[in-house]
């Protein structure tokens, strides 16, 4: 316990995997395997994330739109993210079929 507090007054932080991910994020650094999602652990961990986020507070993470609270809504009151955004899957990442799409594209 001692330690801790010499830290504190130190002020010294403690960090966990979410400030290691935003320090990736913040020196543009990938950070393994969250940011290599067409690898067979990126899958794994984007799905690993998805079910998480099924038991967590929507505010929580702010990768996924919560289907939940979204079907609770009435249908006058829903986004309507094709239509107005253009957005194809906002409950998923589709990344084979993006993937796809780029490399289909002829520059």
């Known amino acids: ?10 002020t010294a932080r403690a960090s966990g995997l979410r ?20 690898s067979r652990s990126g899958l794994e961990d984007i ?11 929507p505010y929580d993470h702010f990768f996924f739109v919560n289907k939940a609270k979204y079907e609770r809504r009435p249908h006058n009151r829903r986004v309507l993210y094709w239509d ?4 194809k899957y906002p409950f998923t990442f589709e990344y084979e079929e993006l993937v796809n799409d780029w490399l289909a ?3």
């Open 47 to 57: 799905k690993r994330m998805q079910s998480e986020h099924e038991v967590m507070k």
């Open 105 to 107: 594209a002829k520059v």
């Open 1 to 10: 316990m001692d330690f801790w507090v010499a830290l504190q007054l130190r």
């Open 19 to 38: 400030d290691d991910l935003t320090a990736h994020l913040e020196a543009s650094r990938f950070h393994f395997p969250t940011d290599v999602v067409d």
């Open 84 to 87: 107005k955004l253009s957005i």
